[in-house]
């Protein structure tokens, strides 16, 4: 039996919150009462007064033999499973990340519909960190009883896109399934997407047992038994519910064929399972499309609204066992040391920096966040697994995947595809303007410029209040309170890129060609056709002519299309080799500062520097363009063409190519590798690898990340590189394990001021006797490779057939170190020049080397300066030097009673190693080069002789003065 029910008008139906407008209708319910059924008002719905007499005891028995049936315990592993499942995005973080395991409750703020509705004075995300929400309500206790003691039944949970609706909501099933929402004995959530997606009429029953066949048996028993059922219905917002009795009728019986949005309807009118408790997630602008009687309570979900849930978010989950992905146990005790390291720097960073705590607002900020920080620190594999824009572009297939803004409006166009039209605009005029703050006129030129109708309004409206605060967000510093910065710096470079990729980024007559050439050529079919059958029947000799001009302008466009493709690669090279930005750091140490901070004192934290650099966007254009991204983008509504793609690959090796010939600083380079990396495309990278002969990284700091990205890029081609500059890069052992195959192929290879020990001279002994190798010059200066590093050295110079200029200055390896060298040099046939300065080598080792060295057959040069050597062990050295003029054996500044040849040479090295090495040392060791000069001057009777020894005394003592002065 149907009863028909008259309600009243609730305050809030039918308005809109994007306008801020409430009207209220107001109205008497009338009522026609069945006389089986009556029905009382309540808060939240209708609660049913049976005017049956009690359960009986047979009743109660069922009802607790269906809560603990097979039935739904396998219900309840059959939702665990399913909703457990984390998607490829998350499983990044190891087996060890669940929501069981990592999980942190966002704030949820208990609202009305009037608050709601009002708009708010000012959008600020700094007032909501700061003043903590005073109506919070827990998750468990959504369904408690309201300030007036009456019972809640349906639950509202809306919140902006981003704040954790979806994964609270997961979160919730997952209690139940493993018993901590003891409330409730089954749990049936449905998506209403899906629902929205069949229009045939279904009863409720077959609807369950459709999703969750193993509940056959108890569905049957839904609506005679009090079961504690809760219904969840995630996305509302992706159903047109109309609550109009003329529109959708009345019904009370689950077994009915019904619309799917009907069955949602009398489930929130309650005359379907009255009894039900039911939760609705939502956007808020679709909040007002439940009429406010059947709703019991409004939640607000606020997100992290506290910085201390934002930091025990980041501990939990940079702390998991599972967050380094190398899978190498060995190494357990540095990673978790760089993991408490991360945490601690990331909580520094939030407590002075409040625009990185008003990104981490959102839950899906701060998942952004640590998973950047995953791959800048935790990547060690070669290839890397991923790509910075690739994060990106997951990022945001995870919260807008299958959104569509409004599923009312007729051009169902894509949230993403919407944000890209608009907010990308606004972040490319950001880019080509350095700029990162926007006023309200700034908004008003991108968003509102191009409002024509009614639609496009109500798009907007939807847009500001679902989205807007998903990426823009009030900027906090002082003096700016009123402007807007996008919430994390990175995606202005995102979207900008995105906006020109997909090709929104057209002049007037390119926009205007391409409608006017859409409407030519849909006539021009139809006109064809009509021509064709008229030149059956008069022989017009004006038709080919016609039919020319009908094929003209879409020819025109179409070469317009070309020449906006090559825009897009142009707009590549430019940004990508700009020249006022050659002197930054690369743009890996650019979003590691943005997440971590700078350490060291600033003038404010939040302090904007005095030019903004935009070196991501290129990048991300070229990753955009890559095949996974545009695969990715294509599922959130935009498509990127393969033969666009195509087609501007094709045009940047014009230009993109051409640009990387010219010298790059180091930074610059690394920059480049990092966008070829990005771009996942072989064929490119190894014509643009091949162009570079020498490759200059020096001061790069090489995280595993980069040694990774280097590797993979070089790994293309095979081709011998002549130089690899990777001196003062912060190298260790795992560092060179990456590198391996791309060391191999270098000619000549800079090592210099690394922390290469002896476990690393392992690894380059390894190296050194590859068959493969191709290395004749290394230098390994400034490396703490000691006596054990030099044993392995040793053998590798014993077996080499390649090497030819060895550089082991500065390397602390003693008299013993240089012993065990000297005792393999004679197995050696192609070494010519080895450089043991600065190494507390004293007269045995050293004459030990020397005798050796004159016997070798192809050693020309040995450098033993800055050592401990003697008086009596320099004229030794000299006599040995006499005995064979093949050898060269660079001690001091003097040879005799004249300036040695070699003095400009062993200056210049101390010159440039004078910032790095021990003051105190270097200091004494120019003392004793001092006086040995004026000595030797003094026993000279050459006025040109002396002249020579006091231009040479002269560079010594700027040095002293130097070190004195601590200018060095």
């Known amino acids: 039996m149907r009863v028909l029910l008259l309600p009243s008008s609730a305050p809030g139906a039918g308005s809109s919150s994007m306008l801020g407008r409430i009207l209220h209708t107001t109205g008497r319910p009338c009522t026609k009462a069945s006389p089986l059924r009556s029905f009382a008002r309540y808060q939240g719905g209708f609660q049913e007064k049976a005017s049956q007499p009690g359960s009986t005891r047979h009743g109660q028995m069922a009802l607790r033999n269906v809560a603990s049936s097979d039935a739904i315990q396998k219900h309840r592993k059959s939702l665990s499973d399913w909703f457990s499942h984390q998607p490829s995005e998350e499983r990044q973080f190891g087996p060890s990340f669940s929501l069981d395991t990592v999980h942190v409750d966002p704030v949820i703020r208990e609202s009305s519909l009037e608050e709601i509705l009002k708009p708010s004075p000012e959008l600020t995300i700094v007032n909501q960190l700061q003043s903590p929400c005073s109506r919070t309500?827990?998750?468990?206790?959504?369904?408690?009883?309201?300030?007036?003691?009456?019972?809640?039944?349906?639950?509202?949970?809306?919140?902006?896109?981003?704040?954790?609706?979806?994964?609270?909501?997961?979160?919730?099933?997952?209690?139940?399934?493993?018993?901590?929402?003891?409330?409730?004995?089954?749990?049936?959530?449905?998506?209403?997407?899906d629902l929205s997606q069949s229009h045939a009429p279904v009863s409720l029953q077959r609807l369950i047992t459709k999703k969750y066949l193993h509940l056959k048996d108890v569905v049957p028993l839904l609506g005679s038994t009090n079961l504690r059922v809760l219904v969840v219905l995630t996305g509302l917002e992706r159903l047109n519910l109309d609550f109009r009795l003329a529109g959708t009728e009345l019904c009370c019986d689950p077994h009915e064929p019904v619309p799917p949005s009907a069955i949602v309807v009398n489930l929130l009118r309650k005359y379907m399972l009255p009894e039900a408790s039911i939760v609705v997630t939502t956007r808020p602008s679709a909040v007002g499309h439940i009429p406010s009687k059947y709703v019991g309570r409004y939640a607000e979900v606020c997100g992290f609204s506290d910085t201390n849930l934002q930091k025990l978010y980041f501990q939990m989950r940079l702390s998991q066992p599972g967050c380094d992905s190398s899978g190498n146990s060995g190494h357990a005790e540095s990673n978790l040391a760089e993991q408490d390291n991360l945490v601690e720097m990331l909580s520094r960073n939030l407590e002075r920096h409040n625009q990185i705590a008003a990104a981490c607002f959102l839950p899906s900020y701060c998942w952004l966040v640590c998973t950047t920080l995953n791959f800048l620190y935790f990547t060690k594999s070669v290839p890397p697994p991923q790509t910075l824009t690739g994060i990106y572009t997951s990022f945001l297939r995870l919260n807008f995947s299958g959104e569509v803004l409004d599923s009312t409006d007729p051009t169902n166009i894509s949230m993403m595809k919407y944000v890209a039209k608009t907010v990308g605009k606004l972040a490319h005029a950001g880019v080509m303007s350095r700029q990162t703050c926007f006023s309200e006129e700034d908004l008003r030129k991108c968003f509102e410029v191009e409002m024509r109708t009614e639609s496009e309004l109500n798009l907007l409206n939807i847009f500001r209040s679902d989205v807007f605060r998903f990426f823009l967000t009030p900027c906090v510093q002082p003096g700016k309170e009123h402007t807007f910065v996008f919430t994390i710096p990175a995606m202005q470079e995102y979207l900008a890129a995105l906006y020109v990729v997909l090709g929104e980024k057209k002049t007037l007559a390119q926009r205007v060609g391409k409608e006017v050439s859409e409407v030519i050529s849909k006539v021009g079919e139809d006109v064809a056709l009509v021509l064709s059958v008229v030149s059956k029947i008069l022989p017009l000799r004006i038709l080919p002519l016609l039919f020319?001009?009908?094929?003209?302008?879409?020819?025109?466009?179409?070469?317009?299309s070309g020449k906006d493709r090559d825009t897009i690669a142009h707009t590549v090279a430019v940004e990508m080799f700009k020249e006022e930005d050659s002197f930054n750091d690369d743009v890996l140490d650019q979003i590691n500062s943005s997440i971590l901070g700078m350490e060291g004192p600033l003038s404010h934290p939040d302090e904007a520097p005095d030019d903004e650099v935009f070196e991501l966007f290129p990048i991300f254009m070229g990753g955009l363009l890559s095949r996974r991204n545009r695969a990715i983008l294509e599922q959130l509504g935009c498509s990127i063409q393969n033969l666009a793609a195509f087609e501007i690959a094709n045009a940047m090796k014009k230009t993109v190519i051409r640009n990387s010939h010219k010298w790059l600083p180091s930074s610059e380079l690394m920059d480049y590798f990092v966008f070829l990396h990005e771009f996942q495309n072989d064929r490119f990278t190894a014509e643009a690898i091949r162009s570079l002969k020498a490759i200059n990284l020096s001061s790069v700091k090489m995280t595993p990340l980069k040694c990774s990205i280097l590797a993979s890029v070089m790994g293309t081609t095979s081709h011998e590189v002549e130089e690899l500059n990777l001196a003062s890069c912060h190298l260790d052992l795992n560092s060179l394990r990456i590198l391996f195959p791309v060391l191999l192929r270098c000619r000549t290879l800079h090592l210099q001021l690394n922390s290469l020990g002896p476990e690393a001279c392992k690894e380059i002994r390894d190296l050194l006797l590859h068959d493969k190798c191709v290395v004749s010059t290394l230098r390994l200066s400034d490396n703490p490779v000691t006596e054990q590093g030099a044993k392995y050295l040793a053998e590798a110079i014993a077996g080499n057939r390649s090497l030819t200029h060895l550089s082991l200055l500065h390397t602390s390896l003693g008299n013993q170190g240089v012993e065990v060298i000297t005792r393999h040099l004679a197995q050696n046939q192609h070494l010519k020049e080895l450089n043991v300065g600065y190494n507390s080598v004293t007269d045995e080792a050293a004459l030990a080397l020397a005798e050796v060295a004159k016997r070798h057959a192809t050693l020309k040069e040995v450098h033993l300066y800055f050592n401990d050597i003697s008086e009596e062990g320099k004229q030794a050295l000299h006599a040995l030097r006499r005995d064979r003029d093949g050898v060269q054996v660079l001690v001091f500044l003097t040879a005799g009673t004249d300036v040695s040849d070699d003095w400009a040479l062993i200056l210049s090295v101390v010159q440039k190693n004078l910032p790095i090495w021990d003051r105190e040392r270097v200091q004494q060791h120019l003392a004793r080069l001092l006086q040995d000069l004026e000595c030797s001057r003094r026993q000279t009777g050459n006025p040109w002789k002396k002249a020579k020894f006091l231009r040479v005394e002269s560079q010594v003592k700027k040095m002293l003065v130097k070190i004195q002065q601590g200018t060095h």
Request: glycine letters at 8%; a positive charge.
């Open 548 to 560: 020319s001009l009908l094929k003209i302008f879409p020819r025109f466009f179409s070469r317009l």
């Open 137 to 193: 309500i827990g998750l468990q206790n959504l369904f408690d009883a309201d300030a007036c003691g009456q019972r809640v039944k349906n639950v509202v949970l809306y919140g902006m896109v981003g704040t954790g609706k979806s994964t609270l909501i997961k979160k919730m099933v997952v209690d139940w399934c493993h018993g901590r929402l003891p409330r409730f004995e089954l749990v049936l959530p449905f998506s209403c997407e």
